[in-house]
């Protein structure tokens, strides 16, 4: 079992950056398909970025140009950049290792870590 600790989030005013964390305990990390997705208050649990092992990346439309997934595989940790940050991106921020079916789909995630809030003010 993979074992996923985000950290990172905090209270941040509209237009400002915060950047996300999530170091993992696999140690074949290189080799797995990891995502951020999030979840809004009352909302089901949405897709944000993912990275491809193969150094693909992909994003929501809602945060492409704005959020900036990368990895470090030497320290095993994946991040999330989020730059010019709105009030509609209050949530909880989750990383995930991908397993298949759609990649912007949250049913094809496992290893959920326990989240961490970004709210962002107005």
């Known amino acids: 079992q993979v074992r996923m600790v985000e950290s990172g989030g905090g209270l941040v005013q509209a237009g400002g950056s915060l950047r996300l964390s999530c170091p993992a305990s696999?140690?074949?990390?290189?080799?797995?398909?990891m995502g951020w997705l999030r979840q809004a208050p009352g909302k089901e649990r949405a897709f944000v970025a993912t990275s491809w092992s193969s150094g693909r990346t992909y994003y929501a439309d809602s945060v492409k140009g704005r959020f900036t997934i990368s990895r470090d595989n030497a320290k095993k940790t994946l991040y999330l950049q989020m730059d010019s940050l709105i009030p509609e991106d209050t949530a909880v921020y989750y990383c995930a290792v991908y397993f298949s079916g759609y990649y912007y789909a949250s049913g094809g995630y496992r290893y959920w870590g326990q989240g961490t809030q970004v709210t962002v003010s107005s």
């Open positions: 696999e140690r074949t990390f290189s080799s797995l398909d």
